[in-house]
């Protein structure tokens, strides 16, 4: 069993500490600890990898906070926001903390979104500035076509920014009461159910880590895994989660955070990071292994040789307060602690929606500082419960994966679809028909010409016949699919895809309302 660190730290008063002040602090009172861990050679790993300090660390935000300051154009309002955009390296976390210092608030749209998303977040943010590197200028001018208002800045080399040369001392000027509700970064939702919407962070919202620290009764989870060892995310930092490792985890909790090179990763190379870059832990996709979520198959493969931990959250409620449980048999579900306020309320049959429900007692409760009119916050998770582990939960999908039909019944399209995306031509598959007397299928195939001809067509679909009787074998017969209720995805309409990709449901519905409408005009 990995010897796990107790809490507080030594020396430390947890719980009400600005990042950005913390990390000054490290700087001065622990210069030589490790922040990052970042390769030497990002085209061989095998050269090894070199630590960036956190004196290293404050001096590179320093530098940035006098390039802002340089570059930024004059505001009146306090709290001015600017985009940015730029490859997977750590000018996203250095710049995110010199905002953090100079009360800026910066803006990290996803350039996997539309631009039509990306403006739309532009918009509501209030945001007039769009700092990326000179290799994004036509990516982003090409964003900003349609909002003339919005100015771009070339982002500095990240050479200019972890120079060696002392920057003149930038110290953040307010005390945890006086800013801790101040905005500092908006991220956005990943878009499942239509367009990205910002969520904004406070300085208090991103001190989860040093909140959950100053509790004297909480049960392991990852913050006591961190102090002293090495962790690796794919994630970049323009996620809420790539950002709360590479700031949060690092500087209230004393990990270090091993980098990897800025292209997307295989599985070889998160293999030679971990080997080379002497990685402890990682927080990990599931498609990096096998496939999301993470199969039931490979987990148990990889439970008997590692502790295998699920990790969820939403933008809007934080990473969930759950239990780091070493389980073999079960390591698919979930336990949360008690100071997240977690209630499952029944909705149909043996599915539960997770309800986060605002308690006096509760102290890790992120949901309710991002809306503090609320008492209750309603997931729309669906959720099982371990049928002989009181308290042990898994997440199966979401409230608008529920197909509801026509006379009443329906099915949970979520649970059905994997069985038809085994089909090897495949791409995915969706189960729609909201309010029909029967369901739909709709297929995307990865080469929709397969399906050019009547007789591809023909062929495709007696090739899906053992794959729709199997997802049969589990539904009521006023319920089951049939292929004369089947739509191949063509002419140019893609499912939609959200941030993390995967399919967004109801939009990608949308897109065949009128082939569905078809089917019942014609029957």
């Given at each position: 069993?990995?010897?796990?660190?107790?809490?507080?730290?030594?020396g430390?008063?947890?719980?009400?500490?600005?990042?950005?002040?913390?990390?000054e602090?490290?700087?001065?009172?622990?210069?030589?600890?490790?922040?990052?861990?970042?390769?030497?050679?990002?085209?061989?790993?095998?050269?090894g990898?070199k630590?960036?300090?956190?004196?290293?660390?404050n001096?590179?935000?320093?530098?940035?906070?006098?390039?802002?300051?340089?570059?930024l154009?004059?505001?009146?309002?306090?709290?001015q926001?600017?985009?940015?955009?730029?490859?997977?390296?750590?000018?996203?976390?250095?710049?995110?903390?010199?905002?953090?210092?100079?009360?800026?608030?910066?803006?990290?749209p996803?350039?996997?979104?539309p631009?039509?998303?990306?403006?739309?977040?532009?918009?509501k943010?209030?945001?007039?500035?769009?700092?990326?590197p000179?290799?994004?200028?036509?990516?982003?001018?090409?964003?900003?076509?349609d909002?003339?208002?919005?100015?771009?800045i070339?982002?500095?080399?990240?050479e200019?920014?972890?120079?060696?040369?002392?920057?003149?001392?930038?110290?953040?000027?307010?005390?945890?009461?006086?800013?801790?509700?101040?905005?500092?970064?908006?991220?956005?939702?990943?878009?499942?159910?239509?367009?990205?919407?910002?969520?904004?962070?406070?300085?208090?919202?991103?001190a989860?880590?040093?909140?959950?620290?100053?509790?004297?009764?909480?049960?392991?989870?990852?913050?006591?895994?961190?102090?002293g060892?090495?962790?690796?995310?794919?994630?970049?930092?323009?996620?809420?989660?790539?950002?709360?490792?590479?700031l949060?985890?690092?500087?209230?909790?004393?990990g270090?955070?091993?980098?990897?090179?800025p292209?997307?990763?295989?599985?070889?190379?998160?293999?030679d990071?971990?080997?080379?870059?002497?990685?402890?832990?990682?927080?990990?996709?599931?498609?990096?292994?096998?496939?999301?979520?993470?199969s039931?198959?490979?987990?148990d493969?990889?439970?008997?040789?590692?502790?295998?931990?699920?990790?969820?959250?939403?933008?809007?409620?934080?990473g969930?307060?759950?239990?780091?449980?070493r389980?073999?048999?079960?390591?698919?579900?979930?336990?949360?602690?008690?100071?997240?306020?977690?209630?499952?309320?029944?909705?149909?049959?043996?599915?539960?929606?997770?309800v986060?429900?605002?308690?006096?007692?509760?102290?890790?409760?992120?949901v309710?500082?991002?809306?503090?009119?609320?008492?209750?916050?309603?997931?729309?998770d669906?959720?099982?419960?371990?049928?002989?582990?009181?308290?042990?939960?898994?997440?199966?999908?979401?409230?608008?994966?529920?197909?509801?039909?026509?006379?009443?019944?329906?099915?949970?399209?979520?649970?059905?679809?994997?069985?038809?995306?085994?089909?090897?031509?495949?791409?995915?598959?969706?189960?729609?028909?909201?309010g029909?007397?029967?369901?739909?299928?709709?297929?995307?195939?990865?080469?929709?010409?397969?399906?050019?001809?009547?007789?591809?067509?023909?062929?495709?679909?007696?090739?899906?016949?053992?794959y729709?009787?199997?997802?049969?074998?589990?539904?009521?017969?006023?319920?089951?699919?049939?292929?004369?209720?089947?739509?191949?995805a063509?002419?140019?309409?893609?499912?939609?895809?959200?941030?993390?990709?995967?399919?967004?449901?109801?939009?990608?519905?949308?897109?065949?309302?009128?082939?569905?409408?078809?089917?019942?005009?014609?029957?």
């Amino acid at each position: 069993m990995t010897k796990v660190a107790t809490f507080p730290l030594p020396g430390i008063k947890h719980g009400n500490r600005i990042l950005v002040a913390t990390i000054e602090q490290r700087a001065k009172n622990d210069p030589d600890s490790s922040w990052v861990s970042a390769p030497i050679d990002n085209n061989d790993l095998s050269r090894g990898y070199k630590e960036i300090t956190f004196a290293e660390f404050n001096n590179a935000v320093d530098h940035a906070v006098h390039w802002l300051k340089q570059n930024l154009p004059a505001a009146d309002e306090p709290f001015q926001s600017f985009a940015y955009a730029g490859p997977k390296d750590l000018r996203y976390p250095i710049l995110a903390a010199a905002a953090g210092k100079l009360q800026k608030v910066m803006v990290l749209p996803s350039p996997l979104i539309p631009p039509v998303a990306q403006r739309l977040i532009l918009s509501k943010t209030q945001c007039q500035v769009y700092i990326r590197p000179s290799s994004m200028a036509q990516v982003v001018g090409a964003i900003l076509e349609d909002a003339p208002n919005v100015q771009q800045i070339t982002a500095p080399e990240l050479e200019s920014l972890l120079q060696e040369s002392p920057a003149e001392p930038y110290v953040y000027p307010k005390a945890w009461e006086e800013g801790k509700n101040d905005p500092w970064l908006v991220v956005h939702t990943s878009g499942t159910t239509g367009y990205p919407k910002p969520i904004t962070y406070t300085h208090q919202m991103m001190a989860a880590f040093d909140v959950a620290a100053s509790l004297p009764d909480i049960d392991a989870f990852m913050l006591h895994h961190a102090p002293g060892r090495r962790w690796y995310t794919p994630l970049p930092s323009l996620h809420l989660v790539g950002m709360t490792m590479i700031l949060s985890m690092t500087t209230y909790a004393h990990g270090t955070l091993v980098t990897g090179p800025p292209t997307p990763p295989s599985a070889d190379t998160v293999v030679d990071i971990f080997k080379h870059g002497h990685v402890d832990s990682a927080l990990l996709t599931p498609a990096l292994i096998d496939k999301s979520p993470l199969s039931r198959k490979s987990g148990d493969l990889l439970a008997p040789h590692v502790q295998l931990v699920p990790a969820i959250g939403t933008t809007e409620s934080g990473g969930y307060f759950t239990k780091f449980r070493r389980d073999e048999k079960d390591w698919d579900y979930i336990e949360f602690q008690k100071h997240a306020g977690a209630v499952f309320e029944p909705r149909s049959g043996d599915l539960h929606e997770l309800v986060f429900v605002r308690l006096p007692e509760c102290k890790m409760q992120q949901v309710f500082l991002l809306y503090p009119d609320i008492d209750r916050f309603e997931t729309k998770d669906l959720w099982v419960e371990h049928p002989t582990r009181k308290g042990l939960w898994k997440i199966v999908g979401r409230m608008d994966d529920y197909l509801p039909l026509s006379h009443g019944d329906g099915i949970y399209a979520a649970s059905l679809e994997p069985e038809i995306e085994q089909h090897s031509q495949v791409k995915a598959a969706l189960i729609g028909g909201h309010g029909r007397p029967l369901p739909v299928l709709l297929v995307e195939l990865h080469d929709e010409s397969e399906v050019a001809s009547d007789a591809g067509r023909q062929a495709m679909i007696k090739s899906l016949q053992p794959y729709i009787d199997k997802v049969n074998e589990h539904c009521h017969d006023c319920v089951k699919l049939s292929p004369e209720r089947l739509i191949f995805a063509s002419g140019g309409k893609a499912f939609i895809r959200t941030v993390k990709g995967s399919v967004a449901r109801m939009p990608s519905l949308e897109l065949y309302k009128e082939e569905i409408s078809a089917l019942f005009e014609n029957n």
